[in-house]
């Protein structure tokens, strides 16, 4: 993985160490987690809170940890403060809810707005168009520091079948002076780095697959 990583940031015209490869672990039981951590894996995603506090309190502080799943209101105040990087802000309520806990908690949460690019029905995330009303509110939250832009691409045969909405989320970041994004997955993330993911979000390549629940 890393070799391919670095094989696409070169294409690019890109350092690779521009780019942070989150090992995505949902699913993954505790005993696996600790042998991708002595491997020297630093950075996960998990998509549901509960799972991450039980999975990762006990290497909290040896590890980064990204909320990629989408947040329930009602888990707020357990993800604020918990994870280092929140992907998946999309909506002003929500915004504005984590923003009060990060107030309560006096901390500055860093965040990415998710962006639904296609408009897919079963995803997440504010539209293309309303991108930039949600970005602003976010701005405004002296609790809340704004890194970026993230996107969940629809399902394609080939990993070229995502590059247009991996451009579509580049093109409406650069527009607001935003420069980071977490796009990219296992089949398709080298496409992402070269389309200028900053974070690209590997599972199942890392880990194998796993059982979907829920």
Excluded at 7 to 34: C, E, M, N, Y
Excluded at 69 to 92: R, W, Y
Excluded at 167 to 180: D, N, P
């Amino acid at each position: 993985l890393s070799k391919r990583i670095e094989q696409a940031a070169r294409r690019s015209g890109r350092s690779p160490g521009d780019i942070t490869f989150v090992a995505v672990s949902k699913g993954v039981a505790p005993p696996t987690l600790q042998e991708a951590i002595h491997a020297g894996i630093k950075v996960f995603g998990e998509n549901r809170v509960a799972e991450a506090i039980h999975k990762f309190s006990e290497w909290r502080e040896s590890i980064s940890l990204h909320l990629v799943g989408s947040l329930q209101t009602n888990k707020v105040k357990k993800a604020v403060g918990f994870f280092d990087l929140i992907h998946s802000i999309d909506s002003i309520r929500l915004a504005e809810e984590v923003a009060v806990e990060a107030t309560r908690q006096s901390i500055v949460q860093p965040v990415l707005v998710q962006v639904n690019v296609a408009q897919e029905a079963t995803k997440r995330g504010v539209s293309l168009d309303d991108a930039p009303r949600l970005v602003e509110a976010v701005r405004q939250c002296p609790s809340l520091r704004l890194l970026g832009l993230m996107t969940i691409p629809p399902q394609q045969p080939d990993a070229e079948g995502a590059r247009p909405y991996f451009i579509k989320l580049r093109e409406c970041g650069v527009a607001m002076g935003l420069f980071q994004f977490s796009m990219g997955m296992s089949d398709n993330f080298d496409v992402a780095i070269e389309e200028g993911a900053t974070w690209v979000r590997i599972g199942t390549a890392l880990f194998g697959e796993r059982p979907i629940v829920g």
